[in-house]
């Protein structure tokens, strides 16, 4: 069997298993359960997630979109269907796709694909002096209609243009054969500008330039030639495969962003007119695919077992994990209005837009729908759910019950609006603040103070304050506990609601005063179920920042399997619990199905392998890998700073595992749009790597500066770039000179010299000198 994941966003093959029990139709029709075991799962792209809108074309004869719960595949399906889902195991979709579409190339596309494959030879033996630069082969570039990149029909080249500046095209294939980079493609654009101002040209063709750079550097640009038609290849990327860059880029700059992700999901780079014709193959495919609006939303959970799994396009307890530095608590605020705000999040997406984002989840968090705390080691049960508070009043020291923050959060889910938009509980609000300005005025000397109220037959009776879910209530004369009585606050809201559950409510006389009151003193309207205000709103989130901080067992204590969605308020499965310092009169606590939980974990803090495993099995747990596409292009001098994270990372996850790789967030700064001056950007450069990188890895390897050496590639650089370097000669004066040379354990010493120096960043990537054995920085 296969988990298929719908919804608006992220829909596609998640998960495989096996069936464990069946329905028995001839028992129960209706019956829609299925348990099975979970063997397998891609949680992303960057492992094997495979897209929607892929099964829709490699498998077009199913029709996924009108696929209901627990539903058949045709049976031709299940043989390829396997075979995709092992294949895309532990790679990213993006490299199976590109294998995919190799293989079941169709003709058209295979010729154009060897034409393409023949003029970029071709050129190759031109740059590489092999061959002589040919007029046919310059009318090819800049004058045909269709070549083997790409056609540019109608906007080609005139005959008569390609005539007239026969010469200067010359020129300017010479110098983009030299250095088909941006520089050079800036100067063309000015070069032809020129030209047009001159009358040699009549038209800009920049799809015509562009096209040039294609033949000739196709390892750094691909066969969309319109900025236009890239950005909606990257738009369809963002969209179905998590890529994340800038599009706010140049036709070249949004080239090395789509190359870069391309690099990082493991294409290979031998094979690149290959690669670029699968690009434009998904160009394509995006274009015409249906948009995911579209698409049904299973109704209800139609699978429970050993592993369960919503139905919901957004687990009701999710964890995003990664290494320090890869954006959990930034991607927390964008996970929250997933579930909350879904249409705001699509319309305010795009990276210029997260300050509408971080507004609009502040106001959420104002109206109290997003709670966000974090764990620590001094966090505790009492906290989260309830415990005893030592209070001091009028000098006395009192003990009372206070509720965490997780049981404030489901007791306000439970009623289901949020508090500014609730009647009753502003009514109620009004009424405490009556009674504690009244017991505090204690003007009463015969002891008897309260609020007095009356009942329907006009019977009076007293109310005093009490805990924070119930009031006491006695008749007008009298404090005697023998004649009190407490009534529910729930009891009250539910009697409010014209007792919707229809069950018996203990002191309904009491509670219709308490009501009557409301009414006439503290502003409650006659209730009308029809009023948005006494709607429920639907979702409440909990952001538990830093969740494997915290001892998870003691914190959580019994909620560990109330928070199962099996196991939440009014599923088929439902528990509840009674709470250590609960009244008696308090009802058993339940976790509300409308309350969502997004824990964040760093990995290098803690490995996942060691999370209590209680914990693992009820959430969902989903990585955030660095993203080296964020950085790739944007530079610091000649540093690519997408290569330089990658690099580094490549052999952190060597040395120590991926779980402690570094966070493209470290990096982040540098791409302020207001740190123009390059002077400035490698300043900033410095400080990050001295104040922030270096302390990280030596945490990471305990002090360990040898492999912290073998990290910044200081092992093989001049002795004046190494970041860190082993002393090898003492003071004699310290040991005296035969135990000076004995001695293994030689201290290490920070280049503070390094951090000012290019080159030094440079050699982390690139070698560009081998430092002789035993050097170090004079």
Known sequence: MYVLRMGPERQGLYASGHIIEAPHHALNPNERTVHFRVDQVHADCANGFVPLVLLQQWFADQDWVTLQDCAPLKEPLAGPLETLWQQAQGQHILATYAAYADADRGNGHKKWLARYEELTHRVAQVRSGEHELSESLLAELWEWSQNGVTGVAPGHLYNAEFQSGKALLFEFTKKILHSPDEQTLNEVYQDWANAKQRGIFSRTLHSVIHRVFAAVAPQHYSSLLNRQDLISLLKGMAKYFE???????????????????????????????????????????????????????PQDQCMKGHNTMQASSVPLNQILFGP????????????????????????????????????????????????????????????????????????????????????????????????????????????????????????????????????????????????????????????????????????????????????????????????????????????????????????????????????????????????????????????????????????????????????????????????DIALRRRFVFKEMPPNTALLSGHRVGDIDLGDLLSIMNQRIEALLGREHCLGHAYFMPLLDPDLSDSEARFKLLSIVFQNQILPLLQEYFFEDW???????????????????????????????????QALDNRPWRINEDAFTRHSAFDGIIEVRQVAPEGATPS
């Open 324 to 611: 320090p530095g890869t954006g959990k608590t930034y991607h927390s605020i964008n996970a929250a209005l997933e579930i909350l705000d879904p249409d705001f999040l699509r319309d305010h997406g795009e990276p210029e837009q997260r300050s509408a984002l971080k507004k609009r989840f502040e106001t959420l968090m104002k109206a109290g729908q997003i709670v966000f705390c974090t764990f620590h080691q001094s966090f505790s049960y009492e906290d989260f759910i309830q415990g005893i508070r030592a209070e001091t009043q009028d000098g006395q020291l009192t003990y009372s019950v206070h509720n965490g923050v997780f049981k404030q959060l489901c007791d306000r889910a439970r009623i289901g609006v949020i508090a500014q938009n609730d009647v009753l509980d502003k009514a109620i609000h009004q009424l405490k603040k009556t009674l504690a300005e009244l017991e505090l005025a204690d003007a009463d000397t015969d002891g008897v103070y309260g609020l007095e109220m009356r009942t329907r037959t006009g019977k009076a009776f007293r109310v005093r304050p009490s805990r924070d879910h119930t009031l006491l209530v006695f008749p007008s004369n009298s404090t005697s506990p023998k004649t009190q009585a407490r009534i529910m606050l729930k009891d009250l809201r539910d009697f409010y609601a014209q007792n919707p559950t229809g069950r018996l409510i203990a002191g309904e006389t009491y509670l219709w005063g308490v009501l009557d009151y409301l009414k006439r003193h503290c502003h409650l309207p006659v209730y009308d179920p029809k009023l948005p205000a006494q709607k429920a709103a639907d979702k409440f989130v909990m952001i538990i920042d830093e969740i494997n901080r915290g001892n998870v067992s003691r914190i959580f204590g019994e909620l560990i399997t109330l928070i199962e969605p099996s196991k939440r308020e009014g599923a088929d499965e439902a528990l509840s619990a009674e709470l250590p310092y609960a009244d008696e009169d308090e009802p058993r606590f339940s976790v509300p199905s409308n309350v969502y939980l997004i824990g964040t974990m760093n990995t290098a803090d803690r490995s996942l392998a060691g999370m």
């Open 706 to 740: 040898q492999r912290i050496q073998w990290v910044l590639n200081d092992h093989r650089k001049p002795n004046a770039d190494r970041f860190v370097y082993q002393v090898t000669r003492l003071n004699t004066d310290l040991f005296g000179a035969q135990i000076d």
């Open 243 to 297: 890529l994340r860059c800038n599009l706010d880029q140049n036709w070249a700059g949004l080239n090395r962003a789509l190359k870069a992700f391309m690099r990082d999901a493991g294409l290979d780079p031998s094979h690149e007119i290959k690669n670029n014709v699968a690009m434009w193959e998904l160009y394509e495919l995006f274009d015409h695919a249906r948009p995911l609006a579209a698409l049904p939303l």
